[in-house]
Antibody, heavy 120, light 106 residues
Framework: QLQLQESGPGLVKPSETLSLTCTVSGGSISSSTYYWGWIRQPPGKGLEWIGSMYYSGTTYYNPSLKSRVTISADTSKNQFSLKLSSLTAADTSVYYC????????????WGQGTLVTVSS | EIVMTQSPVTLSVSPGERATLSCRASQSVYSNLAWYQQKPGQAPRLLIYGASTRATGIPARFSGSGSGTEFTLTISSLQSEDFAVYYCQQYNNWPSFGQGTKLEIK
């Protein structure tokens, strides 16, 4: 059974860079079938797709966040990561890592999510 | 950007009754639409993709229909575990989600 688990700080200061890691078990991020991405959800609000990556290293970013987002992978650890820079309070959200079968596709597996609060 | 609009925002239905949730796209997404269920403190769960295909393990009481810009999720006989927030998502262009419909017990 595929499992995804997010890890990273729960509190980050404004203007700093958020770094989150997703550890995948029960499957390989080097699979040619799937894409691995990040979605966020502000408390009490809806969902926003941040971006995704393919095992080859090709990345796809939300145009509204593109200048601040980097998604990368460490295949030796079966992990992929999110970096989001220049944080503001508006970036406070639950961040989910996820699997899809395309850069624009439905999500069939989600991590449990991790709450990140941006505050001084 | 394709804007997804769900209605109603809140739907009150009694257990055993049918629930019908709507989702409208600002432009055609063909059949590139998914539905998710989210319970408090949990990640969303995929219910439907391709507008009408149930995901693995999803009960037959959940059904999806529609194409183009108008979509519907129907839950034929509500069970207690079905009360949750439901989101639609288009994946024809850059993925975008609706704002959600909260299905509550009447």
């Amino acid at each position: 059974q595929l499992q995804l688990q997010e890890s990273g700080p729960g509190l980050v200061k404004p203007s700093e860079t958020l770094s989150l890691t997703c550890t995948v078990s029960g499957g390989s991020i080097s699979s040619s079938t799937y894409y691995w991405g990040w979605i966020r959800q502000p408390p009490g609000k809806g969902l926003e797709w941040i971006g995704s990556m393919y095992y080859s290293g090709t990345t796809y970013y939300n145009p509204s966040l593109k200048s601040r987002v980097t998604i990368s992978a460490d295949t030796s650890k079966n992990q992929f990561s999110l970096k989001l820079s220049s944080l503001t309070a508006a970036d406070t959200s639950v961040y989910y890592c996820a699997r899809s079968n395309g850069p624009s596709a439905f999500i069939d597996y989600w991590g449990q999510g991790t709450l990140v609060t941006v505050s001084s | 950007e394709i804007v997804m609009t769900q209605s109603p925002v809140t739907l009150s239905v009694s257990p055993g009754e049918r629930a019908t949730l709507s989702c409208r796209a600002s432009q055609s997404v063909y059949s590139n639409l998914a539905w998710y269920q989210q319970k408090p403190g949990q990640a969303p769960r995929l219910l439907i993709y391709g507008a009408s295909t149930r995901a693995t393990g999803i009960p037959a009481r959940f059904s999806g229909s529609g194409s183009g810009t108008e979509f519907t999720l129907t839950i034929s006989s509500l069970q207690s575990e079905d009360f949750a927030v439901y989101y639609c998502q288009q994946y024809n262009n850059w993925p975008s989600f609706g704002q959600g419909t909260k299905l509550e017990i009447k």
